[in-house]
């Protein structure tokens, strides 16, 4: 008997073991879904990483044509959105497209380590974060080289001539695509990009200078989150890819401040390509593959000498009206010094695959720069500008970037922006999604 009531309360007590463990973990849910739907009202999806919705933190000047949506001249650029368009659409993007994937133009060399020099003593800054989409191919990483010269950037910080701690990668086997890459160290990229872009000036101080920097930093950033929404992980358990529509609205095209500046960048790198016709004409696209080589070459004179497009935009940006006075010099030193901080901030990026994509889009930035900037007189470009092979690579392949995201905008955007604003003036569809992705994350718990 005094067995049998010994083995009872030993049976009591774990049925009540497990009630309670099943009770905790119902609290647990509870309290879950509580906190996500207050924590819905204050933010947004954040799935999106290093390409957070922060481009708020720098309070530089806005187009005082915010009311009017993408018609009219590009501003501070020589040419209109229905122009950039058209001509990107008929002409630009098929060519890039193709170029790109060339011997020449495929392979970029990178240092893939992160070597920050901001923040040394940070314990929780990881040369890898993200998911395994994060890491980098390196299939065929030592394809060696040959033939140009080696040259320095003053604009960007990475010695482009020391080949020591370089690895060569395929970037088509590496697209630029969302990584999972999220957290405080990701986030703090991006602020500390604005930080060192406008630190002080209010938006009535600023001037034409950094103005344009800023532009060129919120453009970019507008490209890069485009192209994670649309190659994005949608369900990880099926490995299912596509567009993510909510996010691409939420980053970039609710803003029309984003989506000018995209469009604002993409002329500034056009116009560099197109100020270095005579040297890109002029230069050895050699790998070896005489066929392959042939076809780059080819391509890059249609590309530098297309008509529709001398016709339609022959001077896609002014420089020569920067840089004016006796502050010229100066203020040039200062943000050149900026753009560097920049580039380094790239050595910080905590995701392989986004610190890959970053210095080659910083580099091919930096590039640009260096030709409209760098070069005194339009007349005397092929004798005096000197490009590294990787600074031509990473200069087209940022056009192309730009002229994809220009393309998804303007064929996705209007649909895409149609059906967010119904959502938003629909709160029970706009409360069904949120709570679907509150219960999905509970039942995660279980």
């Not at 009770?23 to 906190?35: D, E």
């Not at 922060?54 to 020589?78: L, P, W």
């Not at 990107?88 to 060519?95: M, T, W």
Request: with cysteine; net charge neutral; aromatic share 10%.
């Amino acid at each position: 008997m005094a067995k049998d009531k010994k083995r009872n309360d030993q049976i009591s007590k774990e049925k009540k073991k497990k009630g309670l463990g099943r009770g905790l973990r119902s609290v647990w849910a509870v309290i879950v879904v509580l906190f996500a739907t207050a924590a819905v009202t204050t933010r947004t999806r954040s799935k999106i990483a290093l390409f957070a919705n922060n481009q708020t933190s720098c309070h530089c000047s806005s187009s005082s044509q915010d009311s009017v949506k993408y018609t009219g001249m590009v501003e501070d650029c020589c040419c209109d959105y229905e122009t950039v368009d058209s001509v990107n659409g008929e002409v630009l993007h098929p060519l890039l497209q193709q170029l790109v994937t060339t011997p020449f133009f495929r392979y970029f060399k990178a240092k893939l380590w992160c070597d920050c020099p901001f923040w040394p003593d940070d314990d929780d800054l990881m040369c890898q974060e993200g998911k395994p989409e994060a890491t980098v191919d390196r299939t065929l990483d030592k394809r060696a080289f040959r033939g140009w010269i080696e040259t320095d950037n003053p604009w960007t910080n990475d010695d482009e001539t020391d080949n020591g701690e370089m690895t060569y990668v395929n970037l088509l086997l590496n697209p630029e695509r969302y990584t999972g890459y999220t957290g405080p160290s990701a986030r703090r990229i991006w602020d500390a990009v604005y930080t060192e872009n406008c630190p002080k000036y209010s938006s009535g101080e600023i001037c034409q200078e950094k103005k344009v920097l800023y532009k060129l930093i919120s453009g970019l950033h507008s490209s890069i989150s485009i192209h994670i929404a649309a190659d994005y992980l949608l369900d990880e358990s099926t490995n299912l890819w596509g567009k993510n529509p909510e996010l691409m609205y939420d980053r970039v095209l609710r803003y029309q401040d984003r989506v000018r500046n995209l469009y604002f960048t993409f002329l500034f790198v056009l116009r560099a390509v197109t100020k270095a016709t005579d040297y890109l004409e002029q230069a050895e696209y050699d790998t070896g593959n005489h066929e392959d080589d042939l076809k780059t070459v080819s391509l890059m004179k249609q590309l530098l000498y297309n008509p529709k497009l001398q016709a339609a935009c022959p001077l896609p940006f002014d420089e020569a009206k920067l840089w004016q006075g006796q502050s010229g010099p100066e203020l040039k030193q200062q943000i050149q010094k900026q753009f560097r901080n920049i580039s380094a901030l790239m050595d910080c990026v905590g995701c392989e695959k986004c610190r890959l994509w970053g210095k080659l889009q910083v580099l091919g930035l930096g590039t640009a720069l260096k030709i409209l900037f760098s070069v005194e007189g339009q007349n005397h470009t092929a004798q005096s500008l000197q490009l590294q092979r990787n600074e031509v690579i990473a200069l087209v392949n940022l056009l192309n970037r730009l002229s994809e995201s220009v393309k998804i905008v303007h064929e996705m955007g209007p649909s895409i922006e149609k059906i967010m604003e119904k959502k938003i003036s629909d709160p029970s569809a706009l409360e069904f999604s949120k709570w679907r992705r509150m219960w999905k994350s509970v039942l995660a718990l279980w």
